[in-house]
């Protein structure tokens, strides 16, 4: 099965560079499915339901997300009921949505996604590792070999972990939330696709697609300050997998990293588009 996963999409440089990009990528690599972490596709913080659709519409099919999935409240019922995007799992009870949902493809085929936070520099959520565990176990994954974790974490010593914690267990463990993509993408010894974070869809000349000015001014200052989402040449980061349907083993892990000069926010069709 041949799998994109795209790293956070950031805004309306992030939507745009997936829809400039993926056709052709789909088209290359002959992609059985696309998935993308969609946290921060709305003004570069959060997720609203028009942006959801135009990633959908852009051939997104799975939508994954993480610690700025609550930032705008019309998106709560849109978790409940839509199975195509989930929030981490391992937020305590009554949080809106799902943290692992089955996507099925048009032939049948079934993919099952979990998403979850990180504990260490992030809020103290219930332990990622205990509900990753939890999951690998549980009888629904019985007979569903691929399967695919969203570790929505800043530290890399946790990710690495969670990386080992699953190896053998699922068919790829990537990392998301730093926005900037790692150089280790790998097969774990017991067929595991592993990279500690898959980057960002959005402006790269920006501090994790946000205008510098206004965080360099926080920085300098220690005053908070509004950010607001860059604009210039965009990129899309993510990670090629392709994986044995039958084992749920990775055969190979790929970083896709794609730049085009030529295709900046602000120069044509996409400024009646929502930030
Ligand atoms: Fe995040």
């Known amino acids: ?19 400039q990009f993926l056709p052709q990528i789909k088209e290359e690599l002959r992609l059985d499915a696309v998935l993308a972490n969609g946290e921060n596709i709305a003004g570069g913080i959060g997720m609203t339901c028009e942006t959801l659709d135009e990633l959908f519409g852009a051939g997104v099919d799975f939508v994954t997300s993480g610690n ?15 199975r195509r995007i989930i929030r981490p799992a391992n937020y305590p009870e009554g949080a809106p949505g799902r943290g692992h949902a089955v996507l099925t493809l048009g032939d049948g085929r079934r993919i099952a996604v979990l ?57 790829a463990v990537l990392g998301t939330h730093t926005h900037v993509q790692t150089a280790d993408a790998q097969l774990l010894p017991r067929g595991t696709a592993y990279l500690t974070d898959l980057g960002m869809c959005g402006v790269e000349q920006s501090s994790l697609g946000m205008d510098f000015d206004a965080v360099f001014e926080r920085f300098l200052t220690k005053i908070p300050t509004a950010f607001k989402p ?28 794609e ?8 120069t044509s069709a996409e400024q009646g588009m929502p930030d």
């Not at 700025?68 to 839509?82: A, G, N, P, Q, T």
């Not at 549980?138 to 080992?164: C, N, Q, Y």
């Not at 604009?231 to 083993?249: C, F, H, P, R, W």
């Open 230 to 257: 860059a604009k210039g040449e965009i990129s899309l980061n993510g990670a090629y997998l392709d994986i044995d349907d039958a084992t749920g083993q990775a055969k190979e892990i790929r970083i896709i990293r």
């Open 68 to 82: 700025h999935v609550w930032r705008h409240k019309e998106i709560f019922s849109r978790l409940e009921k839509d």
């Open 115 to 171: 998403n979850m936070l990180g504990n260490t520099y992030m809020e103290p959520l219930p332990c990622p590792f205990r509900t990753a565990l939890s999951w690998v176990e549980s009888p629904e994954l019985e007979d569903i070999p691929v399967r695919l974790v969203d570790f929505h974490a800043e530290a890399t010593s946790e990710k690495k972990t969670m990386g080992w914690a699953l190896d053998g267990k699922v068919s």
């Open 259 to 266: 730049h085009c000069p030529k295709w900046r926010l602000e």
């Open 1 to 19: 099965m041949r799998i994109l996963f795209l790293g956070d999409v950031v805004g309306k440089a992030g939507r745009l560079a997936v829809k």
